[in-house]
């Protein structure tokens, strides 16, 4: 039997670190709808999965979400209560330690046990997966030791969990889009080459997977693009009827704005192409999508096709890089851009050879700066201000390096400007740790098992 239900997905996180107030009005939105519904924290950017199995190299319990208590101890008993599912990444390198945190923390609540599911099968990381990953990666497989190996796996291994009556999942690394899709496989049981349906509900998920970036946060340019209430932004709800459509909301008497230009920000961000947004579920197709306001905060997005999936998966592997050391120190008062300008040059001179230095006069040239800051070597005048009159600029100084005491010397050259000048320095800080570097591959979706576990 076809469920018509329309099934109500609310967004609470855009990214580990995001606010932990947000998910108590979506919530109070999702239950008051009287819908079948789900909550979902997307909590795993491209490098907090290495972050994470660093935390674990530390502490063997630690590796998943550091927040997860926070985002969940305001919602977990309204969620268990009202039949609210929860589904999340915040397991990134510890799925396991986190389904025991959550069992933890309901009984610090006095709410019932949870049936908590955990997925496995992301991580590639082991000794075991070596081959695979030299096949892959050829002459790019780092030399380094690996700190972690993910494959972006998708949506059905949640479909199976929920519909094995898990209370929460909890992932790794899942592709951010398949954290909605997955519910909804399991709501309306859509074949698993049903592409089109497919397809749309993985742009619903692409459209609530950051978050507030689609209810007016990342959106907001005063004067321009104007955005109510920004201090107290509602996250998203993605509303998904039967074929896959789905209209965005946000709960109501929250800040931010939901329009036409928001939805199609979110929806055209990270696309390199529209015709073809590739997934481990199926490959969106967005060039008939059509984004339609349909009331105040509301809008719906239809017209998403959808293509087989692709024969392969994608695995980021993460690896030990050397060390990264950046100082910073603040200059003021007449003549602070020449100040901080001659403390760069200071710095470039004594740290010669070391390999190359990143140097920014924040408020002066930063951001489009470049990392060889051959800026330095221009008169004032072509360094962003023509008179070189700032007021008010801070130095920035960034090297990395393999080796640990190479990359402590900035940290103590940095200190020194306090006295061997220019003049006026102050307000210094330094910092030193592991530096990672990134590589990329695609894999046999074969070669990756993925399964799922009910935990005790």
Known sequence: MVN??????????????????????????????????????????ERTLALA???????????????????????????????????SNFGAANPHGAA??????????????????VLQGDDLSGPAHRALLQ?????????????????YI?????????????????????????LVLGPALAHY??????????ARATMAGHLLECGAQVTGGYFADPGYKDVPGLAQLGYPIAEIDADGHCTITKPPGTGGRIDERTVKEQLLYELHDPAAYLTPDVVADIREARVQAVGTDAV????????????????????ESGWFAEGEI????????????????????????????????????SIFGDDTSRWLDAPASDSGDAHNDMRDVRLRVALQHRDHASAQRLVREVTALYTCGPAGGGGVRTAIRPRLGTVSCLVPRDAVAVRFEMVD
């Open 189 to 198: 049981g859509w074949a698993p080459d049903d592409w089109d349906r497919l």
């Open 300 to 319: 719906r997005l239809t017209g998403v096709q959808g293509h087989a999936q692709p024969p392969t998966l994608k695995v980021n592997v993460c690896f």
């Open 100 to 117: 025991r945190r959550i069992h933890a923390l309901a009984a610090e609540l006095g709410h019932s046990r949870p049936r908590i599911a």
């Open 135 to 151: 096949d892959a990666l050829g002459d790019a497989m780092p030399t380094e030791p690996i700190v972690s190996a993910n494959a």
């Open 53 to 87: 199995q660093l935390a674990r190299r530390t502490d063997p319990d630690a590796g998943y979400e550091p927040l997860l208590a926070d985002l969940l101890r305001p919602v977990l008993g309204l969620c268990l209560a009202h039949g609210v599912r929860i589904v």
């Open 154 to 178: 998708g949506a059905q291994a949640i479909a199976d969990a929920l519909r094995a009556g898990a209370d929460i999942v909890v992932c790794g690394r899942v592709a951010d889009p398949s």
């Open 4 to 45: 018509n239900t329309p099934l109500r997905i609310g967004c609470a996180a855009g990214f580990s670190g995001d606010r932990t107030d947000a998910a108590l009005p979506v919530v109070q939105a999702l239950i008051a709808s009287g819908q079948p519904s789900v909550l979902i924290f997307e909590t795993l950017a």
């Open 330 to 365: 603040s200059y003021a008062g007449p003549r602070a851009e020449a100040r901080a300008r001659l403390a760069g040059e200071v710095l470039r001179e004594r740290l010669s050879g070391l390999g190359p230095l990143r140097i920014d006069l924040i408020g002066v040239t």
